[in-house]
């Protein structure tokens, strides 16, 4: 499940994406996971942020950041997993070796086609590859109430 939320409001936006959804063949590796907003009907990736927010996930998943914990090479006592979305592509462009199997040590956990295309060419290993450096909203405090907006993911089991 993935959480939208703004401090400042009480109104928050909830996708869901199933375990199903993910591993249907349009889902992890085909980039357009089916997955529902606030409950309503099953959606297709839109070019709205609902759909930008699920493709930083998915590339997120790609590159192995969820639950990382490989340390941040800039801030000691933080791993990659403990990171916002819109930090980890930045941090990954400027250091490659926080990316796939050096944030994970378990290969499942991150794409291994793209990790070994990587050295050979710079054409796309998975969609999204083009997050890096690239992101869509920079939250910054400051906003309307003084408070910043975020993006917090949190993995449920598919019940």
Known sequence: MLNIADPTDTANTTIVISYAQMNAYTGMYGANPHYTINGGSLEKLSNDVYGWIVGDLLAGMNYGFPGSTTPVPSEKGKTMGDLPSQQWFGIAKA???VQFGGAQSNSDYYNTYAAA???????YG????????DVLIHYQPGGPSDHPSYLQITILSDS
Do not use: I, V
């Open 95 to 97: 250091n490659p070796s």
């Open 117 to 123: 295309n990587l050295p050979l060419t710079m054409a």
């Open 126 to 133: 998975f969609a999204f590859t083009d997050r890096l450096g």
